[in-house]
């Protein structure tokens, strides 16, 4: 029996160093397709780009953008630095200060966060590109379903400030799944 690597039994990725923004306002929509990015029709919703980016739609006129591996986020990094106001109603979200970011993955990824929160984050209830915003070890987060057929796959977004706290919590609750942490760059390497 061939044993798992620890990404795909359990395992948690501090990416909060990779680019993240927001973007918000009733032409939000409009500028960021015009930009290239796809965009789902509902809230709650997200969808990967071909080029790794992640795009979340939280409201009807609010998204997250997640940088990509591939890239190392340069894309989404280029967009918050070339944003400007203008007579379009579309606002600038920053989000790298105010929110970390972690993935969760492994084929427990539903079990752990059973133990850390009320909403139901089985693969049958919560599928891949389904985003909840909801309480994670109590606290405000956003939970971005980012699996695929080969790895189920949990982006975590939640008070930046808390990111040591929200780690103890979420290694904790991995415990007994031989969850470990793993480092950003064995993603990348």
Request: glycine share 8%; aromatic share 8%; charged share 20%.
């Amino acid at each position: 029996m061939t044993s798992l690597n620890p990404i795909e039994r359990c395992a948690l990725i501090d990416l909060t160093d990779l680019p993240r923004v927001g973007f918000r306002g009733a032409d939000a929509a409009a500028w960021l397709q015009q930009r290239g990015y796809e965009l789902q029709p509902a809230p709650n919703q997200a969808v990967f780009l071909a080029d790794g980016t992640l795009v979340a739609r939280l409201s009807h006129t609010e998204y997250l953008l997640l940088g990509s591996l591939v890239d190392r986020g340069e894309r989404i990094a280029t967009e918050e630095a070339g944003w400007q106001f203008s007579e379009q109603r579309n606002y600038l979200l920053p989000r790298q200060d105010s929110h970390a970011w972690v993935q969760l993955s492994g084929r427990h990824v539903a079990e752990v966060m059973a133990k850390l929160c009320g909403v139901d984050l089985r693969s049958e209830a919560f599928p891949v590109g389904s985003v909840a915003q909801t309480s994670v070890a109590r606290l405000n987060a956003i939970v971005i379903n980012a699996g695929n057929a080969e790895l189920a796959r949990f982006h975590i977004l939640f008070d930046r400030a808390s990111l040591a706290y929200f780690q103890d919590a979420l290694l904790d609750a991995m415990g007994e799944f031989g969850g470990l942490p793993v480092s950003l760059e064995s993603l990348l390497g």
